[in-house]
């Protein structure tokens, strides 16, 4: 658990066919990507003829799969927060591919942001603001170095090279997970220069931006929250405060999906 705020605890929670989302809350869904066959295709059942199209497109099995469950998952969740069945919802795509909720719903405030990989996905939530998330597999990173050079900032570069080497890979995946989640949230990935900002990276340091375009005051505007949905899993949700409810800080809860579970999980800590 990195330090600062503590990281949302994710039980285990099945569907209920209504959700609610309080002002000043973001709410996080883990997504196991690989149910099984019969549940994949009730799920496909719910995508548009565009969404089709999409997952066709691509070359293995695995991924397509991994695809449909996450579209179709974040429906599901989506049509319990705004009461209408998933199949009916609509998307709208900005210029950089971040999907929003198509009329009549975009009006409904409700903002949301998907991340997967490997076999998990992240879904946040959040009633107002446009929030960004970002889930990474820790794999192995044998060119970790070289990848920092090119991707981090200079400030990011060099902190990376202060962590001891048994904490390299997990500090690397703090710094890309939160640098992606503030590039999500603002919805233009990798068209902003990634050396125009700066997070913290260490393990156990606050997630937090450290400067943005030179400006400290305006990172400090960002809040971050680190997220561990599962061993060997770590990511970040991004949203600029203030929160549209004028809360001081968001409330992060976080649950792990599971079809078969009680609909009443615990509200976890967070
Ligand atoms: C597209 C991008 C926003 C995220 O890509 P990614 O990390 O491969 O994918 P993630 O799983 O985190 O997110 C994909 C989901 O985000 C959403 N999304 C797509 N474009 C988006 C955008 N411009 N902004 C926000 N969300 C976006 C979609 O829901 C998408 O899901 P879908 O493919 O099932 O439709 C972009 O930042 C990118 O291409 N990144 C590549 C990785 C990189 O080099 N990062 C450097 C970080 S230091």
Same mark, same amino acid.
């Given at each position: 658990? $990195?330090?600062?705020?503590?990281?949302?605890?994710?039980?285990?929670?099945?569907?209920?066919t209504a959700l609610d989302l309080p002002a000043g809350?973001?709410?996080?869904? /883990?997504?196991?990507? #690989?149910p099984p066959a019969e549940r994949v295709a009730a %799920?496909?059942?719910?995508?548009?003829?565009?969404?089709?199209?999409?997952?066709?497109?691509?070359?293995?099995? *695995?991924?397509?799969?991994?695809?449909?469950?996450?579209?179709?998952?974040?429906?599901?969740?989506?049509?319990?927060?705004? !009461? =209408? +069945?998933?199949?009916?919802?609509?998307?709208?795509?900005?210029? !950089?591919?971040?999907? #929003?909720?198509?009329?009549?719903?975009?009006?409904? @405030?409700?903002?949301?942001?998907?991340?997967?990989?490997?076999?998990?996905?992240?879904? @946040?939530?959040?009633?107002?603001?446009? %929030?960004?998330?970002? =889930?990474?597999?820790?794999?192995?990173?044998?060119?970790?170095?070289?990848?920092?050079?090119?991707?981090?900032?200079?400030?990011?570069?060099?902190?990376?090279? &202060?962590?001891?080497?048994? !904490?390299?890979?997990?500090?690397?995946?703090?710094?890309?997970?939160?640098?992606?989640?503030?590039?999500? /949230? *603002?919805?233009?990935?990798?068209?902003?220069?990634?050396?125009?900002?700066?997070? $913290? %990276?260490?393990? &156990?340091? /606050?997630?937090?931006?450290?400067? %943005?375009?030179? #400006? !400290?005051?305006?990172?400090?505007?960002?809040?971050?929250?680190?997220?561990? +949905?599962? +061993?060997?899993?770590?990511?970040? *949700?991004?949203?600029?405060?203030?929160?549209?409810?004028?809360?001081?800080?968001?409330?992060? =809860?976080?649950?792990?999906?599971?079809?078969?579970?009680?609909?009443? /999980?615990?509200? +976890?800590?967070?």
């Amino acid at each position: 658990m $990195t330090a600062g705020d503590p990281a949302p605890a994710w039980p285990r929670r099945g569907l209920p066919t209504a959700l609610d989302l309080p002002a000043g809350e973001i709410q996080i869904w /883990a997504i196991p990507l #690989d149910p099984p066959a019969e549940r994949v295709a009730a %799920l496909a059942r719910t995508l548009t003829p565009d969404e089709e199209a999409r997952a066709a497109r691509f070359r293995f099995d *695995v991924h397509r799969r991994r695809y449909v469950v996450g579209r179709g998952v974040l429906r599901e969740l989506l049509g319990a927060y705004l !009461r =209408v +069945p998933p199949a009916a919802l609509r998307f709208d795509y900005r210029k !950089r591919g971040k999907p #929003d909720l198509a009329a009549p719903w975009r009006g409904s @405030g409700l903002a949301f942001n998907l991340s997967n990989s490997e076999d998990l996905a992240l879904a @946040g939530f959040v009633a107002g603001g446009d %929030l960004g998330v970002d =889930v990474e597999f820790l794999k192995e990173m044998p060119d970790l170095a070289e990848i920092a050079t090119r991707f981090f900032s200079a400030a990011e570069v060099a902190a990376l090279a &202060g962590v001891p080497a048994e !904490r390299k890979k997990e500090a690397f995946f703090n710094c890309w997970t939160r640098k992606e989640a503030y590039l999500k /949230a *603002v919805g233009v990935g990798l068209a902003a220069p990634l050396d125009s900002f700066a997070v $913290t %990276l260490a393990p &156990g340091e /606050a997630p937090r931006m450290l400067t %943005l375009q030179g #400006d !400290r005051e305006r990172a400090a505007g960002w809040f971050f929250r680190h997220l561990e +949905p599962r +061993p060997q899993y770590l990511g970040a *949700v991004a949203i600029e405060r203030p929160m549209p409810a004028g809360s001081a800080e968001p409330r992060v =809860v976080a649950w792990t999906y599971e079809p078969g579970a009680s609909l009443d /999980a615990s509200t +976890p800590a967070g």
